[in-house]
């Protein structure tokens, strides 16, 4: 089959084996796939949790058909139509465990729409409902709300009776478009004011829940800008890794700061994850109420284009790659 392979020079497009499911796991076609910034560090040659290196085939979301089950599958057979997270989604065959191989809804959803739902539905309910403990009625704020799975919170949190909205964007052209999303308030997070204009919206308490793509220079203000006994969640480190921290303020507000990744979460936590997605949020997609706009599509062969693309960061919603 054919595959966009890491190699010692960069991602190259190459012949390699088709993958057998184990027990766990389904065979899918692949038809489609969202592209995310972990597959963009892996194209280039960067390690993300235990993927990586020359050999690698990144893609941590893809779609398609299922044409084999392994012996433990369950609620999917062959013929379905899944949008699947996992790894190794950029050839014309991957492999994905069936707790992560969702039946596409019954709206006629393209595979270039499946494509781009996966990763952002899981992360966003994770972060949200699960570690963030939202409820309808609170103040939310989405740092990075520009990106894929930042307007998927936005969404998922106006969805979810959220009574207040917050998305952060440095762009100003992406920053004025977060409204479509559902954003009630856009701040440039790189603004020295915009605490302030979070405090001012929330009547001087501030938001009960940030979840933060950002973390880096953010992580104080992100301090200020939740309510005492509110909840920060670390989803991402686009604004870096590491960074000072104000202990004293984050004792002082007793606030909940919990981090999240899929990295280090066993295959039954992220069925869990699936499952408690599908639960709150199927109802809206098969409604047509949760979507992210497509930026730009290319074709699997050209996969090396797109990710020097996305690197650039000048997109808006999701980069696809098509493998049919």
């Not at 999917?76 to 465990?97: F, H, I, L, N, Q």
């Not at 949200?128 to 930042?150: H, L, Y």
């Not at 202990?247 to 499952?275: C, K, N, P, W």
Request: proline share 3%; hydrophobic share 45%; charged share 25%.
């Amino acid at each position: 089959m054919k595959a966009a392979v890491v190699g010692e020079h960069g991602l190259e497009i190459k012949e390699v084996d088709e993958p057998k499911p184990k027990p766990n796991e389904v065979l899918v076609r692949v038809r489609a796939c969202g592209m995310n910034r972990a597959d963009a560090m892996v194209a280039s040659g960067m390690a993300h949790g235990r993927a990586g290196g020359p050999g690698t085939i990144p893609g941590i979301e893809f779609v398609g058909e299922v044409v084999e089950v392994g012996d433990e599958a369950q609620g999917v057979k062959p013929g379905d139509r899944v949008m699947c997270s996992g790894t190794t989604g950029w050839a014309e065959y991957a492999v994905a465990d069936w707790g992560r191989a969702v039946p596409l809804p019954a709206n006629n959803m393209t595979w270039t729409q499946a494509s781009t739902m996966p990763v952002a539905l899981q992360t966003m309910h994770n972060a949200e409902v699960t570690a963030g403990r939202f409820k309808a009625g609170e103040a939310i704020m989405i740092q990075g709300a520009s990106t894929g799975v930042g307007l998927m919170g936005l969404q998922i949190a106006k969805a979810l009776g959220a009574k207040l909205v917050v998305g952060s964007s440095t762009n100003p052209e992406r920053r004025a478009r977060l409204g479509e999303f559902g954003a009630d308030l856009a701040v440039d997070s790189t603004d020295r004011g915009w605490v302030d204009r979070v405090l001012e919206a929330t009547g001087g308490d501030g938001v009960d829940l940030i979840v933060d793509q950002i973390s880096g220079y953010v992580a104080n203000a992100n301090l200020a800008a939740t309510k005492i006994l509110g909840r920060i969640v670390n989803v991402g480190r686009l604004g870096g890794f590491t960074s000072e921290f104000n202990f004293d303020l984050h004792a002082m507000r007793r606030i909940d700061y919990i981090g999240v990744t899929f990295r280090t979460r066993s295959v039954e936590e992220v069925r869990d994850i699936v499952q408690a997605m599908k639960n709150d949020l199927w109802a809206a997609v098969e409604a047509g109420d949760l979507s992210l706009p497509i930026d730009s599509e290319y074709a699997l062969d050209d996969a090396a284009e797109a990710v020097e693309y996305m690197k650039a960061n000048k997109h808006f919603g999701k980069i696809v790659l098509n493998v049919d």
